[in-house]
């Protein structure tokens, strides 16, 4: 059970790693049809993650109520989104390719705040991990190793050009190579770290786990609709960003269904 949580929770910080990897092969400046492409991948796998591997697991443990299966993953879906609104308007971040920064006022250097922008986005995947391995650890859930390990694989796989997304911009910031692959490093870290957290409320989760399952969900399509496809349409038209999104929703859909 350790070396699979140890494998589970690793991954995706893999996928992270690898990605800011990059900045030491690829020129200094992302191109931008490149970011639109890898911002649609991993929008499209986020909300097949949150479909599939939460939202969907939420309403079957909750079928004992009947047609009111539904209010436990709604409930927490809510609670998700408010919860990375409330973070959304009080982190100071700036987002890539933005000038103006968000949330309250500071005097944080641009690298320092587009790294937190990386970090609120890595939050609620990190804590979508942790759920599903307390839901399995439990025993007393529907979840298997093989579902959870599917969503490890799947955030590994949308953290692939995750990571090239932070690192990329922070080299064309100023920052050293060493330094950007650092700061992508550093974002990754966020995601063990929640799902850490996460299992170790475990004790107190699983009897309202179709809560939290929700509440991942609701935190990852806040991050979705909040960054990511405002970044795979931002400036010129292209459909790029839409087919990327497609692809990475349906390589998402047969990991969890192939593996759940």
Not at 102 to 125: C, D, L, Q, W, Y
Not at 156 to 164: C, H, R, S, T
Not at 178 to 196: D, N, Q, R, T
Request: charged fraction near 10%; charge should be negative; include cysteine.
């Amino acid at each position: 059970m350790i070396l699979s949580l140890i494998v589970g929770l690793g991954l995706p910080l893999l996928g992270t790693t690898a990605g800011a990897a990059c900045v030491f092969f690829m020129k200094k400046q992302m191109n931008l049809l490149l970011q639109k492409a890898l911002s649609g991948f991993a929008a499209g796998v986020m909300v097949a993650a949150s479909i599939w591997s939460l939202l969907i697991p939420a309403m079957e443990q909750s079928e004992a109520m009947g047609k009111l299966a539904f209010l436990p993953a709604t409930i927490g879906f809510w609670l998700g989104i408010i919860f990375l609104l409330l973070i959304d308007t009080l982190m100071p971040h700036l987002h890539i390719d933005s000038k103006e920064a968000e949330g309250v006022k500071s005097n944080f250097k641009r690298t320092t705040m587009m790294v937190f922008a990386i970090i609120i986005h890595n939050i609620p995947e990190g804590m979508a991990v942790g759920v599903v391995y307390a839901g399995w650890i439990s025993g007393s859930t529907n979840i298997t190793l093989t579902a959870a390990l599917a969503l490890s694989i799947g955030i590994a796989i949308q953290n692939l050009p995750e990571g090239a997304i932070v690192s990329m911009p922070l080299c064309s910031e100023g920052c050293s190579k060493p330094k950007a692959f650092g700061y992508g490093f550093f974002s990754g870290i966020v995601e063990p770290i929640a799902a850490l957290l996460t299992i170790a409320l475990s004790s107190i989760m699983v009897p309202v786990l179709p809560y939290f399952l929700g509440f991942a969900a609701g935190a990852m399509l806040y991050v979705v609709v909040e960054e990511l496809i405002p970044e795979m349409a931002e400036g010129e038209h292209t459909n790029l960003g839409t087919i990327m999104f497609a692809v990475g929703f349906s390589l998402m859909m047969v990991l969890d269904v192939a593996l759940g």
